[in-house]
């Protein structure tokens, strides 16, 4: 079992940045991949970043340059840095991994950008 905690959402401004942390239950580096989505009411959940154990990472184009996904296997964390945000941008974003076979989801983390 992996328990997957979210933090760091909150309201910003067009153009502003937030980080959103996602704290494992277990050590990270045993995950095959970990990953960031985001569902925005009305819409399917998407990929927003994506990290392989080996460090290889992917974006969308939406997110390409904006924003960063890292992990830091000492605090068990996986961070998305999230720069210039758009209104776009504005969903619930969640934290995944894949483990032994199985994915693993968070509850999820309310992001908000708008004047």
């Known amino acids: 079992q992996v328990q997957l905690v979210e933090s760091g959402g909150g309201l910003v401004q067009p153009g502003g940045s937030l980080r959103l942390s996602c704290a494992a239950s277990r050590s990270i580096g045993s995950f095959d991949v970990m990953g960031w989505y985001r569902q925005a009411p009305g819409n399917q959940r998407e990929l927003v970043a994506r990290v392989t154990r080996g460090g290889s990472t992917n974006y969308p184009d939406s997110v390409k340059g904006r924003f960063t996904i890292s992990r830091d296997n000492a605090k068990d964390t996986l961070y998305l840095q999230m720069n210039s945000l758009k209104p776009e941008d504005t969903a619930v974003y969640y934290c995944?991994?894949?483990?032994?076979?199985?994915?693993?989801w968070g509850q999820g983390t309310q992001v908000t950008v708008s004047s």
């Open positions: 995944k991994v894949l483990f032994t076979g199985r994915v693993y």
